[in-house]
């Protein structure tokens, strides 16, 4: 357990503008405020800007906007520059499509503990749903399951005690919804940005590595809920070449990438 003034809260976004609003509102209406918020943008263009300036003045804590130009997709590359620029010895990772429960970093900040890394869940709102939310309003988790509109109820709802498993397997590693020391990302070196698409290998190869480093996961139910917004199927064409560096990574035990946040330290 941790204070939550040590945590930095790192959001990854691009061209996310209305998920990004709901997001960033979730986060104004937290019970306890992290130290800071860094918006890691890949490349957006000028609406989001235009977002996090009207927004960040309401926002409990200090927001950095950190953006790098559109050249595809270098999520990790600006992970890597938001790792670098945190200030809090503890990083809390989650996307702008993702809209946090209200107590999302009073938990996260109960489960931190030194040896081990956080892996939260995320429940699924479908189309509808998504679109019927209003900034400022809590998403209304029991009535939109009773509809049919919410999957994963099992990760949707805060419980009375959290279900926590500790681990080292590659199951249910997403990286909108993790926890980690700053000082065991560094030893890491960060995010591998050899990684050339969305959606596999670059999660699982960072939970990879903290394993490897000896850095087994908090696998938790029922804390540090998270609401995923609807949004399109991206291509997955880069999936067989993230695939074959991932099973690189497991197959040699890995623990440092060669292309990571090394390069943006002072």
Same mark, same amino acid.
């Given at each position: 357990?941790? /204070?939550?003034?040590?945590?930095?809260? +790192? &959001? /990854?976004?691009?061209?996310?503008?209305?998920?990004?609003?709901?997001?960033?509102?979730?986060?104004?209406?937290?019970?306890?405020?992290?130290?800071? @918020?860094?918006?890691?943008?890949?490349?957006?263009?000028?609406?989001?800007?235009?977002?996090?300036?009207?927004?960040?003045?309401?926002?409990?804590?200090?927001?950095?906007?950190?953006? !790098?130009?559109?050249?595809?997709?270098?999520?990790?590359?600006?992970?890597?520059?938001?790792?670098?620029?945190?200030?809090?010895?503890?990083? +809390?990772?989650?996307?702008?499509?993702?809209?946090?429960?209200?107590?999302?970093?009073?938990?996260?900040?109960?489960?931190?503990?030194?040896?081990?890394?956080?892996?939260?869940?995320?429940?699924?709102?479908?189309?509808?749903?998504?679109?019927?939310?209003?900034?400022?309003?809590?998403?209304?988790?029991?009535?939109?399951?009773?509809?049919?509109?919410?999957?994963?109820?099992?990760?949707?709802?805060?419980?009375?005690?959290?279900?926590?498993?500790?681990?080292?397997?590659?199951?249910?590693? @997403?990286?909108?919804?993790?926890?980690?020391?700053?000082?065991?990302? *560094?030893? &890491?070196?960060?995010?591998?940005?050899?990684?050339?698409?969305?959606?596999?290998?670059?999660?699982?190869?960072?939970?990879?590595? *903290?394993? !490897?480093?000896?850095?087994?996961?908090?696998?938790?139910?029922?804390?540090? &809920?998270?609401?995923? =917004? !609807? !949004?399109?199927?991206? /291509?997955?064409?880069?999936?067989?070449?993230?695939?074959?560096?991932?099973?690189?990574? =497991?197959?040699?035990?890995? +623990?440092?990438? *060669?292309?990571? +946040?090394?390069?943006? *330290?002072?």
């Amino acid at each position: 357990m941790i /204070s939550s003034n040590q945590i930095s809260l +790192v &959001i /990854s976004t691009y061209n996310h503008v209305r998920p990004l609003d709901l997001c960033l509102t979730g986060f104004r209406n937290q019970t306890t405020a992290p130290m800071e @918020i860094l918006i890691a943008d890949d490349g957006s263009t000028t609406p989001t800007r235009d977002l996090i300036v009207r927004l960040a003045p309401s926002l409990p804590c200090p927001v950095h906007h950190l953006w !790098h130009e559109d050249k595809g997709f270098r999520k990790n590359a600006i992970l890597n520059q938001s790792l670098s620029a945190a200030k809090g010895a503890y990083l +809390v990772f989650t996307d702008a499509d993702c809209i946090p429960h209200p107590r999302f970093i009073e938990d996260h900040a109960y489960l931190a503990e030194q040896g081990f890394w956080v892996q939260g869940r995320r429940s699924y709102l479908n189309a509808a749903a998504s679109a019927s939310l209003k900034e400022g309003e809590s998403v209304p988790s029991f009535r939109l399951f009773l509809a049919g509109q919410l999957t994963g109820a099992a990760k949707a709802f805060r419980l009375p005690f959290p279900i926590i498993k500790r681990d080292m397997a590659q199951r249910g590693i @997403i990286g909108c919804n993790m926890a980690m020391w700053k000082k065991d990302l *560094l030893e &890491i070196n960060g995010w591998d940005e050899e990684y050339e698409g969305w959606g596999l290998g670059e999660d699982s190869d960072i939970g990879s590595r *903290l394993y !490897h480093l000896g850095r087994p996961r908090k696998f938790v139910y029922g804390r540090s &809920i998270l609401y995923h =917004l !609807h !949004h399109p199927i991206l /291509s997955r064409d880069h999936v067989p070449k993230s695939q074959s560096r991932l099973e690189e990574t =497991l197959r040699t035990k890995k +623990v440092r990438c *060669l292309k990571g +946040v090394n390069q943006y *330290l002072k």
